[in-house]
């Protein structure tokens, strides 16, 4: 299995909520992704765009395998020819370090294809 996609035992790492400073910080390294919600609904998001359905669910897929193996799940709302990810870590009331991890791990999805 990739180290991109090695699971993380999470009782080993504490999670914790991101300060303001630290979630700038990391949609600066990230594209397309931005900030929405607030107080506990506060979340990453991106928008991906598919040429068709088939290709969206690909995606969906292969997204299911990264959030399985991380074992942290994003929101998604599919469509046609997109698909909106959200993650937030709702134990920590807000954005982590996981996120962060998980969306470059998305990204990296359609950098392969």
Request: charged share 20%; glycine share 6%; proline share 2%.
């Amino acid at each position: 299995m990739s180290s991109m996609f090695k699971p993380k035992d999470w009782k080993q790492h504490a999670r914790r909520a991101l300060s303001a400073t630290e979630i700038v910080a990391g949609l600066a390294r990230l594209d397309g992704w931005k900030l929405t919600g607030d107080g506990a609904d506060v979340a990453i998001e991106k928008t991906f765009s598919f040429a068709n359905y088939f290709e969206t669910i690909a995606f969906v897929n292969a997204l299911a395998f990264i959030a399985h193996t991380q074992d942290h799940h994003p929101d998604l709302s599919v469509h046609y020819n997109r698909c909106v990810v959200r993650f937030n870590t709702h134990d920590v009331g807000g954005i982590s370090a996981t996120d962060f991890e998980c969306a470059t791990q998305a990204d990296a999805l359609l950098a392969t294809a």
